[in-house]
Protein backbone atom coordinates (compact mmCIF):
# COMPACT_ATOMS: atom_id res chain seq x y z
CA UNK A 1 0.00 0.00 0.00
CA UNK A 2 1.49 3.53 -1.25
CA UNK A 3 1.29 5.58 2.47
CA UNK A 4 1.62 9.75 0.90
CA UNK A 5 4.26 11.98 3.06
CA UNK A 6 1.68 14.75 5.10
CA UNK A 7 1.18 17.13 2.02
CA UNK A 8 2.56 20.30 5.17
CA UNK A 9 6.71 18.73 4.50
CA UNK A 10 8.53 19.38 1.69
CA UNK A 11 11.10 16.97 -0.19
CA UNK A 12 13.95 17.40 -2.20
CA UNK A 13 15.04 14.42 -4.56
CA UNK A 14 18.53 14.15 -6.43
CA UNK A 15 19.82 11.96 -9.41
CA UNK A 16 23.29 11.80 -9.49
CA UNK A 17 25.01 10.29 -12.19
CA UNK A 18 28.26 10.90 -14.30
CA UNK A 19 26.74 13.42 -17.18
CA UNK A 20 24.13 14.67 -14.98
CA UNK A 21 23.18 16.23 -11.66
CA UNK A 22 19.59 16.54 -10.85
CA UNK A 23 17.75 18.34 -7.89
CA UNK A 24 14.28 18.42 -7.78
CA UNK A 25 11.95 20.01 -4.79
CA UNK A 26 8.23 18.74 -4.53
CA UNK A 27 5.63 18.35 -2.03
CA UNK A 28 2.49 15.58 -1.87
CA UNK A 29 -0.77 18.30 -2.96
CA UNK A 30 -3.59 15.50 -3.60
CA UNK A 31 -2.19 12.81 -3.36
CA UNK A 32 0.49 13.67 -6.36
CA UNK A 33 3.76 15.09 -6.06
CA UNK A 34 3.66 18.69 -6.90
CA UNK A 35 6.75 20.29 -8.15
CA UNK A 36 8.31 23.05 -6.81
CA UNK A 37 11.67 23.33 -8.30
CA UNK A 38 13.82 21.73 -10.13
CA UNK A 39 17.30 22.42 -11.91
CA UNK A 40 19.87 19.98 -13.39
CA UNK A 41 23.86 20.39 -14.36
CA UNK A 42 26.67 18.84 -16.47
CA UNK A 43 28.33 16.41 -13.36
CA UNK A 44 31.37 17.63 -12.56
CA UNK A 45 33.90 15.49 -9.97
CA UNK A 46 33.39 11.87 -11.69
CA UNK A 47 36.53 10.46 -12.24
CA UNK A 48 37.16 6.64 -13.50
CA UNK A 49 35.27 4.06 -12.11
CA UNK A 50 33.80 4.84 -8.43
CA UNK A 51 36.56 7.72 -8.26
CA UNK A 52 35.12 10.79 -6.68
CA UNK A 53 36.19 14.39 -6.77
CA UNK A 54 34.83 15.72 -3.48
CA UNK A 55 35.31 19.25 -4.01
CA UNK A 56 34.15 19.40 -7.76
CA UNK A 57 31.27 17.11 -6.65
CA UNK A 58 30.52 19.38 -3.56
CA UNK A 59 30.48 22.42 -5.35
CA UNK A 60 27.98 20.78 -8.78
CA UNK A 61 25.82 19.91 -5.86
CA UNK A 62 25.54 23.26 -4.48
CA UNK A 63 24.78 25.34 -7.95
CA UNK A 64 22.17 22.52 -8.51
CA UNK A 65 20.78 23.35 -4.94
CA UNK A 66 20.77 27.26 -5.53
CA UNK A 67 19.16 27.46 -8.70
CA UNK A 68 16.33 24.76 -8.00
CA UNK A 69 15.66 25.91 -4.61
CA UNK A 70 12.05 27.56 -4.51
CA UNK A 71 12.14 31.66 -4.22
CA UNK A 72 10.74 31.78 0.05
CA UNK A 73 12.12 28.42 0.99
CA UNK A 74 15.41 27.47 2.88
CA UNK A 75 17.30 24.36 2.98
CA UNK A 76 16.19 23.62 5.96
CA UNK A 77 12.99 23.55 4.75
CA UNK A 78 13.39 20.13 3.11
CA UNK A 79 14.22 16.37 3.09
CA UNK A 80 16.65 15.25 1.39
CA UNK A 81 16.99 11.78 -0.35
CA UNK A 82 19.29 10.64 -3.13
CA UNK A 83 20.22 7.84 -5.06
CA UNK A 84 23.59 6.15 -5.45
CA UNK A 85 25.13 4.08 -8.44
CA UNK A 86 27.89 1.52 -7.51
CA UNK A 87 29.97 -0.03 -10.20
CA UNK A 88 31.18 -2.49 -7.82
CA UNK A 89 27.82 -3.43 -6.25
CA UNK A 90 26.71 -6.78 -5.06
CA UNK A 91 23.74 -8.69 -3.84
CA UNK A 92 23.52 -11.17 -1.48
CA UNK A 93 20.57 -13.80 -0.36
CA UNK A 94 20.72 -14.42 3.36
CA UNK A 95 18.59 -16.46 5.54
CA UNK A 96 18.16 -16.19 9.48
CA UNK A 97 16.83 -17.88 12.07
CA UNK A 98 15.51 -17.37 15.79
CA UNK A 99 13.28 -19.80 18.33
CA UNK A 100 9.62 -18.96 18.83
CA UNK A 101 8.77 -21.25 21.60
CA UNK A 102 6.04 -23.20 20.16
CA UNK A 103 3.50 -20.39 20.28
CA UNK A 104 2.01 -18.42 17.35
CA UNK A 105 4.15 -15.64 15.69
CA UNK A 106 3.47 -12.48 16.88
CA UNK A 107 4.79 -8.97 15.86
CA UNK A 108 7.44 -9.26 18.34
CA UNK A 109 9.28 -12.37 16.84
CA UNK A 110 9.24 -10.78 13.26
CA UNK A 111 10.81 -7.31 14.81
CA UNK A 112 13.33 -10.23 16.38
CA UNK A 113 14.13 -12.19 13.30
CA UNK A 114 14.52 -8.91 10.92
CA UNK A 115 16.64 -7.38 13.34
CA UNK A 116 19.10 -10.38 13.44
CA UNK A 117 19.14 -10.71 9.41
CA UNK A 118 20.31 -6.96 9.53
CA UNK A 119 22.76 -7.93 11.94
CA UNK A 120 24.42 -11.04 10.01
CA UNK A 121 24.27 -9.30 6.72
CA UNK A 122 27.00 -7.04 7.75
CA UNK A 123 29.73 -7.23 4.97
CA UNK A 124 33.23 -5.53 6.19
CA UNK A 125 33.93 -2.80 3.48
CA UNK A 126 30.26 -2.61 2.29
CA UNK A 127 27.63 -0.48 3.30
CA UNK A 128 24.19 -2.04 3.09
CA UNK A 129 21.62 -0.12 1.49
CA UNK A 130 18.79 -2.05 0.77
CA UNK A 131 17.90 -5.36 2.76
CA UNK A 132 14.26 -6.61 1.01
CA UNK A 133 12.44 -9.27 2.67
CA UNK A 134 11.75 -12.01 0.28
CA UNK A 135 9.37 -14.58 2.09
CA UNK A 136 9.29 -16.29 5.46
CA UNK A 137 10.10 -20.29 6.59
CA UNK A 138 8.44 -21.97 9.31
CA UNK A 139 10.10 -24.39 10.93
CA UNK A 140 12.72 -24.77 8.48
CA UNK A 141 10.10 -26.43 5.75
CA UNK A 142 6.40 -24.35 5.21
CA UNK A 143 7.40 -20.99 3.27
CA UNK A 144 4.98 -18.11 3.79
CA UNK A 145 4.10 -14.57 3.22
CA UNK A 146 2.20 -14.00 5.81
CA UNK A 147 3.59 -15.53 9.27
CA UNK A 148 1.68 -14.01 12.18
CA UNK A 149 -0.48 -16.77 13.96
CA UNK A 150 1.76 -19.53 12.56
CA UNK A 151 2.53 -21.86 15.21
CA UNK A 152 5.79 -23.11 14.82
CA UNK A 153 9.11 -24.08 16.68
CA UNK A 154 11.35 -21.46 14.95
CA UNK A 155 10.84 -18.69 12.33
CA UNK A 156 13.59 -17.97 9.38
CA UNK A 157 13.25 -15.04 6.93
CA UNK A 158 14.90 -15.14 3.63
CA UNK A 159 16.21 -11.71 2.72
CA UNK A 160 17.87 -10.01 -0.72
CA UNK A 161 20.47 -7.59 0.17
CA UNK A 162 21.74 -4.46 -2.44
CA UNK A 163 25.79 -3.31 -1.02
CA UNK A 164 27.64 -0.56 -2.13
CA UNK A 165 31.11 0.35 -1.31
CA UNK A 166 31.41 1.78 2.02
CA UNK A 167 33.73 4.77 0.50
CA UNK A 168 31.67 5.70 -2.19
CA UNK A 169 28.75 6.52 0.57
CA UNK A 170 30.80 8.07 2.88
CA UNK A 171 32.39 10.48 -0.13
CA UNK A 172 29.26 11.56 -1.26
CA UNK A 173 27.84 11.58 1.70
CA UNK A 174 30.72 14.08 2.67
CA UNK A 175 29.77 15.96 -0.56
CA UNK A 176 25.97 16.66 0.66
CA UNK A 177 27.66 17.31 4.73
CA UNK A 178 29.91 19.84 2.73
CA UNK A 179 26.43 22.29 1.48
CA UNK A 180 24.68 21.39 5.11
CA UNK A 181 22.19 18.69 3.93
CA UNK A 182 22.07 15.67 5.31
CA UNK A 183 20.40 13.02 3.00
CA UNK A 184 17.33 10.98 5.04
CA UNK A 185 17.69 8.01 2.72
CA UNK A 186 20.01 6.72 -0.59
CA UNK A 187 18.77 4.24 -3.20
CA UNK A 188 20.06 2.42 -5.26
CA UNK A 189 19.84 3.85 -9.16
CA UNK A 190 18.81 0.31 -10.77
CA UNK A 191 15.94 0.10 -7.81
CA UNK A 192 14.51 3.76 -8.14
CA UNK A 193 14.66 3.57 -12.21
CA UNK A 194 12.72 0.01 -11.82
CA UNK A 195 10.12 1.41 -9.50
CA UNK A 196 8.97 4.17 -12.02
CA UNK A 197 8.83 2.24 -14.81
CA UNK A 198 7.41 -1.28 -14.14
CA UNK A 199 3.78 -2.24 -13.44
CA UNK A 200 2.30 -4.62 -10.43
CA UNK A 201 1.48 -7.08 -13.22
CA UNK A 202 4.91 -7.19 -14.67
CA UNK A 203 6.23 -7.64 -11.17
CA UNK A 204 4.46 -10.43 -10.10
CA UNK A 205 4.62 -12.37 -14.08
CA UNK A 206 8.81 -11.62 -13.90
CA UNK A 207 10.42 -8.92 -15.45
CA UNK A 208 13.65 -7.63 -15.26
CA UNK A 209 14.61 -3.52 -15.91
CA UNK A 210 17.20 -2.47 -17.65
CA UNK A 211 18.67 1.18 -17.14
CA UNK A 212 21.08 2.13 -19.88
CA UNK A 213 22.59 4.80 -18.64
CA UNK A 214 25.83 7.10 -19.95
CA UNK A 215 28.33 4.62 -18.56
CA UNK A 216 26.73 2.46 -16.56
CA UNK A 217 24.07 -0.07 -17.51
CA UNK A 218 21.29 -0.89 -14.13
CA UNK A 219 19.92 -4.33 -13.98
CA UNK A 220 16.97 -4.86 -11.78
CA UNK A 221 14.50 -7.89 -11.78
CA UNK A 222 11.24 -8.27 -10.25
CA UNK A 223 9.69 -12.05 -9.76
CA UNK A 224 6.63 -12.70 -7.65
CA UNK A 225 6.86 -9.15 -6.95
CA UNK A 226 10.09 -9.44 -5.30
CA UNK A 227 13.40 -8.24 -6.23
CA UNK A 228 15.66 -11.72 -6.74
CA UNK A 229 18.19 -9.94 -8.96
CA UNK A 230 20.36 -6.37 -9.51
CA UNK A 231 23.80 -5.43 -11.28
CA UNK A 232 25.48 -2.75 -12.48
CA UNK A 233 27.41 -3.02 -15.63
CA UNK A 234 29.84 -0.55 -16.71
CA UNK A 235 28.61 -0.26 -20.15
CA UNK A 236 26.30 2.01 -21.97
CA UNK A 237 25.53 5.11 -24.33
CA UNK A 238 29.30 6.94 -23.72
CA UNK A 239 30.61 3.45 -25.46
CA UNK A 240 28.18 4.12 -28.54
CA UNK A 241 28.74 7.92 -28.60
CA UNK A 242 32.99 7.01 -28.62
CA UNK A 243 32.45 4.61 -31.61
CA UNK A 244 30.70 7.18 -33.83
CA UNK A 245 33.82 9.80 -32.79
CA UNK A 246 36.36 7.24 -33.82
CA UNK A 247 34.42 5.80 -36.69
CA UNK A 248 33.91 9.04 -38.42
CA UNK A 249 36.53 10.82 -37.23
CA UNK A 250 34.98 13.58 -35.56
CA UNK A 251 34.63 15.20 -31.78
CA UNK A 252 32.73 13.44 -28.63
CA UNK A 253 30.36 16.35 -28.92
CA UNK A 254 29.82 16.19 -32.16
CA UNK A 255 29.39 12.51 -31.89
CA UNK A 256 26.69 13.00 -29.11
CA UNK A 257 24.58 15.08 -31.18
CA UNK A 258 24.78 13.04 -34.05
CA UNK A 259 23.65 9.69 -32.24
CA UNK A 260 21.02 11.61 -31.00
CA UNK A 261 19.58 13.51 -33.93
CA UNK A 262 20.43 10.70 -36.47
CA UNK A 263 21.06 7.53 -34.57
CA UNK A 264 18.91 4.11 -35.69
CA UNK A 265 18.94 0.63 -35.23
CA UNK A 266 17.35 0.28 -38.64
CA UNK A 267 18.48 1.04 -41.95
CA UNK A 268 17.92 3.94 -43.34
CA UNK A 269 18.50 3.33 -47.35
CA UNK A 270 21.45 5.22 -48.02
CA UNK A 271 20.15 8.72 -46.56
CA UNK A 272 22.76 11.38 -46.69
CA UNK A 273 23.55 13.54 -43.32
CA UNK A 274 26.15 16.25 -42.90
CA UNK A 275 28.03 15.78 -39.61
CA UNK A 276 30.69 18.14 -38.21
CA UNK A 277 34.48 17.31 -38.14
CA UNK A 278 36.96 18.53 -35.92
CA UNK A 279 38.04 21.06 -37.98
CA UNK A 280 34.58 22.53 -37.85
CA UNK A 281 33.91 22.03 -41.11
CA UNK A 282 30.58 20.01 -42.58
CA UNK A 283 31.00 16.38 -43.74
CA UNK A 284 28.31 14.62 -45.43
CA UNK A 285 27.72 10.71 -45.12
CA UNK A 286 25.51 8.10 -45.40
CA UNK A 287 23.15 7.77 -42.52
CA UNK A 288 23.86 3.66 -43.22
CA UNK A 289 27.39 3.94 -42.25
CA UNK A 290 26.35 5.62 -38.89
CA UNK A 291 23.79 2.39 -38.46
CA UNK A 292 26.93 0.21 -39.36
CA UNK A 293 28.97 1.68 -36.53
CA UNK A 294 26.01 2.05 -33.93
CA UNK A 295 24.18 -1.24 -34.35
CA UNK A 296 26.92 -3.70 -33.52
CA UNK A 297 27.77 -1.94 -30.25
CA UNK A 298 24.23 -1.91 -29.41
CA UNK A 299 24.01 -5.41 -29.68
CA UNK A 300 27.19 -6.07 -27.76
CA UNK A 301 26.04 -4.43 -24.89
CA UNK A 302 22.63 -6.44 -25.04
CA UNK A 303 24.27 -9.75 -25.30
CA UNK A 304 26.77 -8.86 -22.34
CA UNK A 305 23.68 -7.45 -20.20
CA UNK A 306 21.84 -11.23 -21.32
CA UNK A 307 24.83 -12.98 -20.34
CA UNK A 308 24.90 -10.81 -17.14
CA UNK A 309 21.27 -11.67 -16.29
CA UNK A 310 20.79 -15.27 -17.41
CA UNK A 311 23.78 -16.59 -15.78
CA UNK A 312 20.88 -16.45 -12.72
CA UNK A 313 19.25 -19.12 -13.82
CA UNK A 314 15.92 -18.49 -11.76
CA UNK A 315 15.97 -15.43 -13.53
CA UNK A 316 16.87 -16.68 -16.67
CA UNK A 317 13.76 -19.02 -16.40
CA UNK A 318 11.35 -16.50 -15.05
CA UNK A 319 11.38 -13.03 -16.73
CA UNK A 320 8.76 -13.16 -19.02
CA UNK A 321 9.59 -9.26 -20.02
CA UNK A 322 12.03 -6.56 -20.15
CA UNK A 323 11.22 -3.06 -19.54
CA UNK A 324 14.45 -0.70 -21.27
CA UNK A 325 15.01 2.79 -19.99
CA UNK A 326 17.51 5.21 -19.25
CA UNK A 327 19.52 8.47 -21.43
CA UNK A 328 20.54 5.39 -23.97
CA UNK A 329 17.04 3.69 -24.82
CA UNK A 330 16.22 6.67 -26.39
CA UNK A 331 16.72 5.64 -30.24
CA UNK A 332 15.04 4.35 -32.60
CA UNK A 333 14.62 0.48 -33.20
CA UNK A 334 15.77 -0.73 -29.91
CA UNK A 335 12.92 -2.49 -29.06
CA UNK A 336 13.55 -4.88 -31.76
CA UNK A 337 16.87 -5.54 -31.41
CA UNK A 338 16.88 -6.43 -27.86
CA UNK A 339 13.53 -8.78 -28.32
CA UNK A 340 15.63 -10.58 -30.91
CA UNK A 341 18.75 -10.82 -28.14
CA UNK A 342 16.47 -11.79 -25.07
CA UNK A 343 13.98 -13.66 -26.83
CA UNK A 344 11.19 -12.14 -24.99
CA UNK A 345 8.94 -9.35 -25.01
CA UNK A 346 10.23 -5.77 -24.48
CA UNK A 347 8.72 -2.48 -24.17
CA UNK A 348 10.68 1.32 -23.65
CA UNK A 349 9.45 2.66 -20.45
CA UNK A 350 8.06 6.18 -20.54
CA UNK A 351 5.74 8.37 -18.80
CA UNK A 352 2.27 8.08 -20.66
CA UNK A 353 1.44 12.00 -20.06
CA UNK A 354 2.04 13.71 -22.95
CA UNK A 355 1.98 17.10 -20.99
CA UNK A 356 4.24 16.12 -18.61
CA UNK A 357 7.77 17.75 -18.95
CA UNK A 358 9.54 14.25 -18.57
CA UNK A 359 7.06 12.71 -21.39
CA UNK A 360 10.23 10.98 -23.99
CA UNK A 361 12.87 11.68 -21.65
CA UNK A 362 13.74 7.94 -20.28
CA UNK A 363 17.04 9.73 -18.80
CA UNK A 364 14.59 11.19 -16.18
CA UNK A 365 13.86 7.74 -15.11
CA UNK A 366 15.64 7.49 -11.87
CA UNK A 367 14.52 10.85 -10.83
CA UNK A 368 11.04 9.79 -11.10
CA UNK A 369 11.38 6.87 -9.29
CA UNK A 370 13.19 8.39 -6.38
CA UNK A 371 9.65 10.76 -6.22
CA UNK A 372 7.52 7.50 -5.68
CA UNK A 373 10.28 6.16 -3.38
CA UNK A 374 10.11 9.43 -1.07
CA UNK A 375 6.55 8.74 -0.76
CA UNK A 376 6.62 5.67 0.55
CA UNK A 377 9.81 6.25 2.41
CA UNK A 378 7.96 5.29 5.97
CA UNK A 379 8.05 2.06 4.48
CA UNK A 380 11.83 1.94 4.05
CA UNK A 381 12.62 3.56 7.17
CA UNK A 382 11.88 -0.12 9.21
CA UNK A 383 15.46 -1.10 7.34
CA UNK A 384 16.82 2.20 7.40
CA UNK A 385 16.90 2.57 10.61
CA UNK A 386 18.53 -0.74 11.63
CA UNK A 387 21.04 -0.60 9.06
CA UNK A 388 21.98 2.27 10.75
CA UNK A 389 22.05 0.76 13.87
CA UNK A 390 19.08 2.83 15.60
CA UNK A 391 17.40 -0.41 16.58
CA UNK A 392 15.12 1.09 19.41
CA UNK A 393 14.04 4.14 17.21
CA UNK A 394 13.15 1.44 14.23
CA UNK A 395 10.91 -0.45 16.54
CA UNK A 396 8.05 1.61 16.37
CA UNK A 397 8.39 2.34 12.24
CA UNK A 398 8.55 -1.26 11.77
CA UNK A 399 5.26 -1.87 13.46
CA UNK A 400 3.88 -0.06 11.02
CA UNK A 401 5.40 -2.33 8.12
CA UNK A 402 4.22 -4.99 9.50
CA UNK A 403 0.73 -3.82 10.10
CA UNK A 404 0.88 -2.59 6.41
CA UNK A 405 2.36 -6.12 5.05
CA UNK A 406 1.35 -9.06 7.53
CA UNK A 407 -1.26 -8.13 10.23
Known amino acids: MLKLLPSKKKYCVFDI ?11 IQDGKPFILGMDHQKSIGFLNGNQIDKEKLSTTIAQTLKKGLPKNTKIFDYEYFSNITDINSVTR ?3 TEIDTGKFGITKKDVRRVFKKSIIESRVKGKH ?16 VNDPIGQK ?3 IGISSFNIY ?3 KLFQSISECFKNEKIIIKNYFDSGVASAVANLNDNEKK ?7 LGSKTSKVVVFINDKIVYSKVIPIGGEHVTADISKGLDISRESSEHTKILYGTLSPQFNEK ?11 LISRNLLFG ?17 FDDLYARVSIKSLVITGGASKIYGITNISESIFNRKVRVGSVSNKQSFFYNKPEFSTLLGLIKLAQENKNHEYSNKLIQNNFFTAFDKLENWIEESYA
Open 17 to 27: GTEKLVCLFFR
Open 293 to 309: IIKPRYEEIFEILRDNI
Open 128 to 143: LIHSYPINFRIDNKKI
Open 273 to 283: ITVNSKFFKNK
Open 93 to 95: KNF
Open 205 to 211: EGVACID
Open 152 to 154: CEK
Open 164 to 166: IGS
